[in-house]
């Protein structure tokens, strides 16, 4: 039952960190989990995060921080219409399980956070599929994101003729 997943990951000398989180993972579904996380600690959001695909067991992701906050961001799709947003310490722990709809996501250690995401809209959030989920044929990739203004629908069926 080895620990998997370490990843260090710096772009800005603002989110550069003598120190490291290190978030223990236990995935108790028969699928992988996917986790997003902040790839800018000081102003984290799920744009451009570091995707982990977490397999059943127990796994840990490694991250920077800076000193201001030393807890790390992750983001996780819960449901067709909902997704996660969490901060969690070093040495925190998080389990994921099924849902009949998707995942449920939750820590018995105190200093961990997880709320709601009401900022971006969830189907932003990419997320794999759980087996209650494939068999009821509900698939996260069927619900995808309001397209962006500058791609209207009308202006790419022009663009693609």
Not at 31 to 54: C, D, F, S, V, Y
Not at 70 to 78: D, G, S, V, W
Not at 124 to 143: A, C, Q, W, Y
């Amino acid at each position: 039952m080895g620990l998997s997943g370490s990843h260090l990951h710096c772009e800005h000398t603002k989110d550069l960190s003598p120190w490291t989180t290190e978030i223990f993972v236990v995935n108790q579904m028969q699928t992988p989990a996917l986790i997003l996380e902040a790839r800018h600690h000081a102003e984290p959001t799920p744009e451009g995060a570091i995707q982990h695909t977490i397999p059943p067991g127990e796994h840990a992701i490694m991250s920077g921080y800076v000193h201001k906050e030393p807890r790390a961001t992750l983001y996780m799709r819960t449901g067709l219409h909902s997704a996660k947003v969490l901060r969690v310490p070093n040495a925190g722990r998080i389990v994921v399980s099924c849902e009949p709809h998707g995942l449920h996501v939750e820590s018995q250690d105190g200093s961990v956070t997880i709320e709601e995401l009401t900022d971006v809209d969830p189907a932003t959030i990419p997320g794999l599929d759980s087996v209650p989920m494939i068999l009821r044929n509900e698939h996260f990739k069927d619900v995808a994101p309001p397209p962006a203004a500058d791609q209207s629908p009308i202006a790419s069926a022009a663009g693609g003729a």
